[in-house]
């Protein structure tokens, strides 16, 4: 399995991009930079692509909605070239809250416009032709009525470095997957368990595979947790609480956070209703403390030796390609913790 781990937040952005360089010459694989609603990460990854030489680099996501399908293009041709071909475009719908409520854009058709993202994103690299789109969401040029009428067809000026840039989507819907599984090189899940795959998305993992291009690579599963390994570490177990709270809690409204549904399909369906219940009326440590401890243990990396040895091998049973970490400590322990990850692997 690769390695990856997302850019950590630091007071110190130039910190947290040292610990980037150093992690890299630990032989770390891939960095991905989020987006939700501080500092763009486009802007943090030209920064990255500058002060490193082999890790790729990767938006860990780029919102469907705060960007036009060309300028993801763009900026993803321009990402690649100023890395050297080392960058993947990751794509994820956000949520309602952060689309609607910070960008003021509709959060409708999630799913719609994934696919044709992906279509035009890649028919943009490939410059076969000036770009005509015709799809539900996205029509290119603008058609006549909707503006001045002076649209263009037109190719992208610049010739991108590759003209099939890995796309990677964070994905738990049950469609989403399916889709992911049909058109992205790589799929981003989150509180993965691994012995729980089949019952939680094997069927669409099928559905989306069966439907794949076979042009397309095997489909890069990249999961993970956070990480501390060694006799005495329950304490960072405990400290994995509060964000998964927010998330099974916190991130969306009733009937709308992914995140709650999916653990309820994990089988706490009255855990993941209680934490929504206790984070949405502001009771925020009642609902860490509710996160069942079985799903911390087992959607992270977090004990002795043996016991990460054991999950290392879970998680490449269920077929994850990339490991997705959550480096907890100092720039030392973290490069630590690399190798005897790497150690540990089957």
Same mark, same amino acid.
């Given at each position: ?12 952005f130039a910190a947290a991009a040292q610990k980037v360089v150093e992690l890299e ?6 960095? *991905?930079?989020?987006?939700? #609603?501080?500092? @763009? ?39 690649? @070239? ?50 005509? #789109? ?63 795959l089949d019952g939680a998305f094997g069927a669409e993992l099928r559905e989306g ?49 992914? #995140? ?16 929504? @219940?206790? *984070? ?34 879970? *998680? ?31």
């Open positions: 399995m690769r390695l990856a781990t997302t850019l950590p937040y630091a007071k110190s010459k630990a032989g770390l694989d891939l960095v *991905y930079v989020a987006e939700a #609603y501080g500092n @763009d990460a486009v802007s943090a990854m030209g920064y990255l692509a500058a002060v490193t030489e082999t890790i790729e680099i990767g938006s860990g996501i780029l919102p469907l909605y705060s960007r036009t399908p060309t300028l993801l293009a763009m900026t993803a041709a321009g990402m690649d @070239d100023v890395s050297d071909g080392r960058f993947v475009l990751g794509l994820g719908a956000s949520g309602p809250q952060v689309v609607e409520g910070f960008h003021g854009v509709p959060y409708d058709a999630p799913l719609g416009r994934t696919r044709e993202i992906i279509e035009i994103c890649r028919a943009v690299w490939a410059r076969e032709a000036p770009l005509v #789109y015709e799809g539900r969401q996205y029509q290119l040029p603008l058609p006549d009525g909707r503006g001045t009428g002076l649209g263009k067809p037109l190719k992208l000026v610049s010739h991108p470095r590759r003209t099939r840039i890995p796309i990677h989507v964070a994905a738990l819907g049950p469609r989403n997957v399916a889709q992911t599984a049909e058109l992205a090189e790589g799929w981003l899940p989150l509180f993965f368990w691994p012995e729980k595979a069966a439907r794949r291009h076979p042009s397309l690579p095997a489909l890069d599963i990249i999961a993970g947790g956070m990480v501390a390994i060694g006799d005495d570490v329950d304490d960072v177990l405990d400290r994995a609480r509060p964000m998964a709270a927010l998330y099974i809690g916190g991130m969306g409204a009733k009937g709308a956070n992914f #995140y709650n549904a999916l653990v309820a399909r994990y089988g706490y369906e009255k855990e993941a209703a209680d934490i929504q @219940d206790l *984070y949405l009326s502001g009771r925020k440590k009642e609902a860490a403390a509710a996160v069942p401890r079985d799903l911390l243990r087992s959607t992270n990396l977090i004990g002795s030796e043996g016991f990460v040895r054991d999950r290392l091998a879970c *998680y490449a049973a269920a077929g994850v390609s990339t490991l997705n970490l959550g480096l907890v400590g100092p720039t030392d322990v973290s490069v630590a913790m690399l190798d005897t990850l790497r150690s540990l692997m089957p």
